[in-house]
């Protein structure tokens, strides 16, 4: 079996998991503190895809603990595969949520009015942090997906 750096059971997965955890509660905090996010469809599409996000990345994470502890690879085929679906279902939906949302920070910035600097700097930092989560979710899904076939 190939060792993937990046794959479930190593430490290069659970530091990108745990970046990813990280990364999406940032985003999470910034757009729920102090602002009226819920006023836009689409930070409230960003603010549930991180809520799914987080506890996501949490269980893999710990998955990812108990297999760096006992010092085994990761070798359940079906399981991967389940893994790399989920991965690849929340960083697209990741991807989705961070585009609406800067989109509409865009459009909201270009009004002026409608939204004060603070608070469209704050819903853009936001919508960053979550394009840096979807880099980080996207890696980790092409790491399994690269791993899969050896498993088979």
Sequence with gaps: MVEVPGSVGTTASLSLRLGQTILAFGALLFMTIGVRFYQFTAFCFLVTIMCVAIPWNLTLAMVDIYFVLLDQQFQKPRILLAISIGDWVVSVLMLASASSAASVVDILRSDGSSCP????????????LAFLTWFLSLSSSLFNLW??????
């Design 147 to 152: 791993l899969l076939p050896s498993l088979i």
């Design 117 to 128: 600097p603070t608070v469209c700097n704050r819903y853009q930092f936001a919508a960053t």
